[in-house]
């Protein structure tokens, strides 16, 4: 079946600092990619998405390429504040009637 | 604009009783689904719906029933609660079926099962 491979964290950075985590998957055919960001206390929202190969998905700082040749889908922005500290989730969709399947998040705190 | 809102915020339950989770949004979505979120696990799907009257189960049905007699509500019920079900519920709609859509979210329940 569909899985995501993240890593749990908790990946702590300094503010300004490039940050990157992995995503990587596994499904059938050509599934639709995202990464959700949860903030303290509140429920997941979209950060972005793509779903073909070689698009690049891309808000508020943050982009994702979707690459087939290596089932990836990691997540990079070039500086990182206070306010992005927050769990982030991997995700696919691929099999219709949006059953989505999410990794198991990645934690992320951002010092001063 | 409200979105997709869940009641309760938090709930406490003994061994083997019974509650219901609400969702309800007013966005029009016909696709509704219920999540639950536990550590080092991520989420995982535990029904979900299609539109009114039509149900089916996600990856972790087991324990839990749902309906759905209205676009708007999709109501979790938890039959004879135990504590393996201690969890974060979290309630998502998408405007249609299709793969690409996004997700929006509820704010979550947090249940412990004593």
């Known amino acids: 079946g569909d899985s995501v491979t993240q890593m749990e964290g908790p990946v702590t950075l300094s503010e300004e600092a490039f940050l990157t985590i992995n995503c990587t998957y596994t499904?059938?055919?050509?599934?639709?990619l995202f990464w959700y960001v949860q903030y303290p206390g509140e429920g997941l929202q979209l950060l972005l998405k793509a779903t073909k190969a070689d698009d690049k998905g891309s808000n508020k700082g943050f982009e994702a390429t979707y690459r087939k040749e290596t089932t990836s889908f990691h997540l990079e922005k070039g500086s990182v504040q206070v306010s992005d500290s927050a769990v982030y989730f991997c995700?696919?969709?691929?099999?219709?009637?949006?059953?989505?399947?999410f990794g198991i998040g990645t934690k992320l705190q951002v010092i001063p | 604009n409200a979105g997709v809102t869940q009641t309760p915020k938090f709930q406490v339950l003994k061994t083997g009783q019974s509650m219901t989770l609400q969702c309800a949004q007013d966005m029009n979505h016909e696709y509704m689904s219920w999540y639950r979120q536990d550590p080092g696990m991520g989420l995982r799907l535990i029904h979900y719906?299609?539109?009114?009257?039509?149900?089916d189960q996600g990856e972790v049905p087991n324990g839990y029933n749902v309906s759905r007699s209205t676009t708007e509500d999709f109501p979790l019920r938890l039959l004879s609660a135990a504590p393996s079900q201690t969890s974060v519920y979290f309630c998502?709609?998408?405007?249609?079926?299709?793969?690409?859509?996004?997700?929006?979210f509820g704010s979550g329940t947090q249940l412990s099962v004593l």
């Open positions: 499904a059938t055919g050509y599934p639709s």
């Open positions: 995700a696919l969709s691929g099999r219709g009637y949006q059953k989505v399947t």
């Open positions: 719906s299609v539109g009114a009257g039509i149900t």
């Open positions: 998502a709609s998408s405007e249609g079926r299709a793969t690409n859509e996004k997700l929006f």
